[in-house]
């Protein structure tokens, strides 16, 4: 017997489960399957990125993240002599998230599988596909279940979501060009009680090799190493007096070791697909792209591929928007994949600085560039994913305001409340299934403010209502709302801070902003949504 859903989700690693995820926010008819019989044991990926948080908190899930991880805000990097030489502060990060959250990716996987659950939909363990053909109109997926029998899926989309090694990308025959670094590093999760500060990473780099300590909190320590002694290298995992060797050799801190976690060698790859998709199948995550772990980028990068796709996929299920939408998934993500895997290469080269003339540059340069404002700033929104924005995708327009964010750009946080119900929520609870149009009206012009939009929510509600839902956002001290219009009040003047009024902004499901332009010229609203969507 042939099952039929609207998408299958190939892989419950932390991509799998936010693309099923996303998926699902949209109503789709979702299938996620694994052939793993649990989640991963490991600790694995533990940077959280503030991007990926905002992410997190359009998903509805950010809170019980926030609860459980613990936050680093900061990074200390200390030279040859063992003395402090550089530092990054994440305080410059611009989001409602201005840290890096630490969390095993263990207990990324059991929160993001339990609100899958919760919204109705199981992970089907020991599940594997074992092949797959598609035609213009669906995918044929044949997968082998728990018991050992086999079944036919027809999904009119298949997601393959994995892992490095993954069976889709080769089914679609793509290259996974790139290289493997001729570096061995080793890992281990350890308990210690130092002077070291828990809220801040350590990377200590020395002669014979790089060692850094990542705080997950109450004194557990994810710790990485390069260039392990050739002693060690015959190992097959470090033990407890082995890591003990390291830390006294590279660390000018002193502790002691206790409760070895999870340990392992690991080299690093860097390598990318040309392409994310053929016809009906996309590949995402490490199916798409692996790199160094330095950065903590991998699974970020992986989860926003992901709510990049879903609303696209679920307009493009639903016949509701033009070709252009679901093919600038592609053209909005691998130029950001590209640039990870520049990025990490550059920062492994740096911080590994193997050769002495790079460990000169890396000792003198760094505490020169680390207090200079402009380099933190940069830096740090680079790492923490803030910087990522679509201001150059063929699905984004801008026009001109005088101020206040673009198109392309992720829409800005705020807490408002409806004027019925007194509670704040973030904005982004808004976002995640529906585009949203965000109008402020300017109380100096009120109400002709708010009539000259009415056109454009009237068509809004006439012929996109399945797409975009409108909203008047008022401030405080708010006159009477008209019939019939969506209201958010800007309760704490956030709103206000971050966006123009009498301007409209167009937000994307993923919290990006598809459109702005002045209320002035909604004509130019009225042409994007005839040229990218499909009117009721
Ligand atoms: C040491 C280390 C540290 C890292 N640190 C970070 C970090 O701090 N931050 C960060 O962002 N990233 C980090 N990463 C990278 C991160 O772990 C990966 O990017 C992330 O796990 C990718 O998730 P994924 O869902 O794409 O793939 P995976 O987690 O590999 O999941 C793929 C899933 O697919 C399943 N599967 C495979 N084949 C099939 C099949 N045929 N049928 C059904 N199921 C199948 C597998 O069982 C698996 O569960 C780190 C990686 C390593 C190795």
Redesign the pocket.
Same mark, same amino acid.
């Given at each position: 017997m042939t099952t039929k859903v609207d998408a299958l989700v190939?892989?419950?690693?932390?991509?799998?489960?936010?693309m099923a995820a996303a998926l699902l926010a949209q109503g789709l008819r979702v299938r996620i399957?694994?052939?793993?019989a649990d989640?991963?044991q490991?600790?694995?990926?533990?940077?959280?990125?503030a991007r990926?948080l905002e992410v997190l908190e359009i998903a509805g899930s950010v809170e019980e993240f926030l609860e459980l991880g613990h936050r680093l805000n900061g990074v200390t990097l200390y030279g040859e002599a063992g003395s402090e030489i550089g530092h990054l502060d994440f305080e410059h990060i611009p989001s409602r998230y201005p840290f890096i959250l630490?969390l095993p990716?263990s207990e990324t996987?059991r929160i993001l599988g339990d609100h899958l659950r919760s919204n109705g939909l199981e992970i089907e363990r020991q599940?594997?596909?074992?092949s797959f053909e598609q035609s213009d109109f669906a995918v044929l997926a044949r997968?082998t279940l728990s018991d050992g029998r086999q079944e036919e899926i027809s999904a009119d989309w298949l997601l393959g979501?994995?892992?490095?090694?993954?069976?889709?990308r080769e089914a679609l025959g793509l290259q996974f060009a790139g290289k493997t670094f001729d570096l061995h590093?080793l890992?281990g999760d350890v308990h210690f009680e130092s002077a070291l500060s828990e809220d801040h990473a350590h990377v200590f780099g020395r002669p014979d090799g790089l060692l850094a300590f990542?705080p997950l909190g109450k004194g557990r320590y994810?710790l990485?190493a390069d260039n392990p002694p050739e002693h060690l290298r015959t190992e097959r995992k470090p033990t407890l007096g082995q890591w003990q060797e390291i830390v006294d050799g590279r660390s000018s801190a002193k502790m002691k070791l206790s409760h070895l976690g999870w340990t392992?060698y690991?080299r690093v790859n860097s390598r990318m697909v040309e392409r994310l998709r053929r016809g009906r199948v996309f590949v995402? +995550?490490?199916?798409?792209? $692996?790199h160094s772990?330095a950065?903590?980028? +991998?699974?970020?990068?992986? $989860?926003q591929d992901a709510w990049n796709l879903g609303w696209k996929l679920a307009l493009a299920q639903q016949c509701l928007a033009q070709q252009a939408v679901l093919d600038s998934f592609e053209q909005e993500r691998l130029p950001i994949e590209h640039n990870v895997l520049k990025m990490t290469e550059f920062t492994q080269n740096m911080i590994t600085a193997e050769k002495p003339a790079n460990r000169l540059l890396r000792d003198n340069l760094l505490p020169i560039l680390s207090g200079i404002s402009v380099f933190q700033k940069t830096a740090t929104k680079t790492v923490s994913e803030t910087a990522i924005e679509y201001r150059n995708s063929p699905v984004v327009e801008d026009h001109y305001a005088p101020n206040g964010p673009h198109a392309g750009e992720f829409a800005p946080g705020a807490l408002v409340s409806r004027p019925e119900k007194k509670a704040k929520a973030p904005l982004a609870s808004l976002f995640g299934r529906q585009h949203v149009l965000l109008y402020l009206a300017e109380l100096q012009t009120w109400p002709d403010g708010l009539h000259a939009v009415k056109p454009i929510f009237q068509l809004i509600q006439n012929h996109y209502r399945r797409i975009i839902t409108p909203y008047l956002v008022l401030p405080q001290d708010n006159p009477a709302a008209e019939p019939g219009v969506d209201v958010l009040v800007d309760v704490e003047g956030q709103f206000a801070q971050h966006y123009n009024a009498s301007v409209l902004y167009l937000v994307r499901p993923d919290g990006y902003i598809a459109f702005r332009c002045l209320a002035a010229k909604q004509n130019l609203l009225r042409s994007y949504l005839d040229k990218y969507f499909v009117p009721l």
């Open positions: 190939v892989g419950a690693g932390p991509v799998g489960l936010s399957i694994d052939s793993a989640r991963a490991e600790s694995r990926a533990i940077g959280i990125q990926t630490t990716q996987e599940t594997t596909l074992v997968i979501c994995d892992g490095a090694r993954s069976k889709v590093f890992l990542f994810r990485v392992t690991f995402l +995550g490490d199916a798409a792209h $692996i772990p950065l903590a980028q +991998g699974m970020n990068t992986g $989860i």
